[in-house]
């Protein structure tokens, strides 16, 4: 049973545009969200986070937004460069040790 | 480098042959983990370990998967009897404390014939 789903395998963006990339979870216990980028042969690389007391974090081009009641995530990115062509990783922790994962979407900005 | 080093960075093996994988973790950092990712699939947990305490093993699928840390420095996870189903990219992670942020090696790709 996925406890963390991001529901779309891809996304293609236009450079200078808004990328969204969703996520949600089933595990009400979960406190502590991430959202991590991985390039291809590279191990995933910290790029945000949020505490479940907050609703929003923000950090230059990238915010996170959180909805508690709905159990959804998400990342968004303004504007897009196609630097930010990576595969963005959603995850979770209750208590802040170990991470729940999802599957991954894979986001392509193009020039 | 400062970061979270893997060896071997790609490993072939037959099916049935034990394979063992290293991580050595940033310097000072207390926790340790180890995930997989199958083709397709997200990153799944293994193990965990957190200074001398007992590891969470949890997420290990079967017991021909073990792992060691010794010193509270360098991790190695053994893979016995390899099957197919094994081949993913394994990754380690080090944190400063439980609870902080997770630095993650570049993976080992474990390919099993």
């Known amino acids: 049973d996925q406890q963390v789903k991001q529901n779309s395998p891809s996304l293609s963006v236009q450079e200078g545009r808004i990328s969204i990339l969703n996520c949600d979870y089933t595990?009400?216990?979960?406190?502590?969200f991430l959202w991590y980028k991985k390039y291809p042969a590279e191990g995933p690389t910290f790029l945000i986070s949020i505490s479940s007391i907050k609703d929003k974090n923000e950090d230059g081009r990238f915010t996170v937004f959180l909805n508690k009641s709905a159990k959804h995530l998400s990342l968004h990115i303004v504007p897009s460069q196609p630097g930010d062509s990576a595969v963005y990783f959603c995850a979770a922790s209750e208590g802040g040790s170990t991470l729940t994962f999802g599957k991954g979407t894979m986001l392509l900005v193009s020039p | 480098g400062a970061g979270v080093s893997q060896s071997p960075s790609n490993k072939v093996t037959e099916k049935g042959k034990d394979v063992e994988l290293r991580c050595d973790p940033i310097s000072g950092h207390t926790a340790l983990y180890w995930y997989r990712q199958s083709l397709g699939q997200g990153l799944e947990f293994l193990i965990y370990?957190?200074?001398?305490?007992?590891?969470?093993k949890s997420g290990l699928p079967s017991d021909r998967f073990s792992a060691e840390r010794t010193g509270g420095s360098v991790s190695t996870l053994t893979i016995q009897r390899t099957q197919q189903e094994d081949s993913a990219v394994y990754l380690c992670?080090?944190?400063?404390?439980?609870?902080?942020?997770?630095?993650f090696g570049p993976g080992t790709r474990l390919t099993v014939l």
């Open positions: 595990n009400s216990m979960f406190d502590y």
């Open positions: 370990f957190q200074g001398n305490s007992a590891p969470d």
């Open positions: 992670a080090s944190s400063l404390r439980a609870e902080g942020r997770k630095f």
